[in-house]
């Protein structure tokens, strides 16, 4: 299984191949994260997914995009996203991520070609099919890196970050004209939506009403409901309760607590509710699950 590790700020802790080179390169299946979903999360990292096999919805600021085999995404830094199974479909799939700042080499280059598109409001992400311009440079680079990887070269980084550079300077090229329009995407909501999870993430051991997810975002309850289902597509509670679930899981898998305990750490006040939710969203109950984890 798989964890995204986040901070309370709803912002993930990504484990770079090499701890002095902000890039991370890998292989993956949805099947190794828990109930084939990832956590809601952001980071100042660009992700680019290239899909290998199957599909996947990739959910990015309250928009859904069922990627299909072939299909990439770019994604910009500080974005709300979270991939997961398309009706329960296995899918596989590259991941990079990598640090704006790895294109810092010059602080010319960067200041006129890199900021203007990380901090632009209007710039999400960018969505290529076959039918895209230049899709097969973009898939063919994303390859390149993978490949790289797995060789394993000496220096093989270097080559990785050049493959960067050329990716980049297709995305500027392609796409220069968004910035033309900076101040018409207004983000108060996504930040809202933001500054709540953040919320969860740092209160989910106590007892969160919706009053007091909608207060952290100092809002009406209406609107934390209206920003969660927009952004999340479920309820300011069901979000929480999944989120205490995932704790709840790695506590079972990784601790001798026992599952009164786990529960009660997780905000869940009543045993036989923890047991029940837990088995409706993995299909096992906590019991079970601690079985299976066991080596």
Avoid at 1 to 21: C, F, G, K, L, R
Avoid at 63 to 69: A, G, H, T, Y
Avoid at 76 to 95: D, M, V
Avoid at 165 to 187: A, G, K, T
Wanted: hydrophobic residues 35%; proline residues 3%; contains cysteine.
């Amino acid at each position: 299984m798989i964890d995204t590790d986040v901070m309370q700020d709803a912002s993930e802790i990504v484990h770079y191949d090499n701890p002095d080179i902000p890039l991370y390169i890998r292989t993956g299946i949805l099947s190794d994260y828990p109930d084939m979903k990832a956590l809601c999360h952001w980071h100042e990292d660009i992700e680019l997914i290239y899909i290998t096999e199957g599909e996947m919805n990739y959910h990015i600021n309250g928009r859904s995009i069922l990627m299909k085999e072939g299909d990439c995404i770019i994604v910009n830094s500080k974005q709300l996203h979270y991939g997961y199974s398309h009706f329960r479909h296995e899918c596989k799939f590259i991941c990079i991520l990598f640090h704006p700042g790895l294109l810092n080499a010059n602080p010319n280059i960067y200041k006129n070609y890199v900021t203007p598109f990380i901090e632009n409001k209007n710039i999400e992400y960018f969505y290529y099919t076959e039918c895209s311009e230049n899709y097969h440079q973009v898939q063919e680079l994303i390859k390149r890196i993978l490949f790289l990887k797995k060789e394993n070269g000496d220096a093989y980084e270097l080559e990785a970050v050049s493959a960067l550079y050329l990716l980049w300077r297709i995305l500027f090229r392609q796409h220069r004209s968004i910035l033309e329009n900076e101040n018409v995407y207004d983000i108060s909501d996504l930040a809202l939506q933001k500054k709540m999870v953040s919320y969860i993430y740092a209160h989910y051991q106590e007892t969160l009403t919706l009053d007091e997810i909608a207060a952290s975002g100092n809002i009406s309850r209406s609107k934390c409901c209206i920003i969660f289902k927009r952004y999340l597509q479920q309820s300011p509670i069901d979000f929480a309760n999944r989120y205490r679930l995932e704790v709840s899981r790695y506590l079972l898998a990784n601790t001798q607590s026992s599952i009164a305990q786990i529960a009660v750490s997780c905000g869940f006040n009543h045993l036989s509710y923890f047991s029940r939710i837990f088995l409706r969203e993995y299909g096992c109950t906590p019991t079970e699950y601690r079985k299976s984890t066991v080596k």
